[in-house]
Nanobody, 123 residues
Framework: VQLQASGGGLVQAGGSLRLSCATSRRTSSNNAMGWFRQAPGKEREFVGSIAWRGGTTIYADNVRGRFLISRDNTGDTVHLQMNNLKPEDTAVYYC?????????????????WGQGTQVTVSS
């Protein structure tokens, strides 16, 4: 499975960006998908996840209420709508496909990763 993330860029604080992640084949429709991010000098951290049916979503505390995950009807593309962005949201954002059908926070749940897309929020 290959994942292609897009939509990153430079935005001012308070602005919005929408990331998208397309997978290469239909197997992802039975799997949860997630977004993680990694800032320079920091460990990769969980951002949010969506179950394979698209109904259940979970978020990290520091993005809940600002970020929204969705996926298309085929299950092959997942989006991360990021609103009210803050400088501390600056990081490389990665999408991933889980081994499981339920949304999860643990990196170990995810066995396929995209290449990452840079998000930079200026103050």
């Amino acid at each position: 499975v290959q994942l292609q993330a897009s939509g990153g860029g430079l935005v001012q604080a308070g602005g919005s960006l929408r990331l998208s992640c397309a997978t290469s084949r239909r197997t992802s429709s039975n799997n949860a998908m997630g977004w993680f991010r990694q800032a320079p000098g920091k460990e990769r951290e969980f951002v949010g996840s969506i179950a394979w049916r698209g109904g259940t979503t979970i978020y990290a505390d520091n993005v809940r209420g600002r970020f929204l995950i969705s996926r298309d009807n085929t299950g092959d593309t997942v989006h991360l709508q990021m609103n009210n962005l803050k400088p501390e949201d600056t990081a490389v954002y990665y999408c991933a496909v889980s081994r499981f059908s339920y949304a999860g926070r643990e990196l170990a749940h995810y066995n396929y990763w995209g290449q990452g897309t840079q998000v930079t929020v200026s103050s």
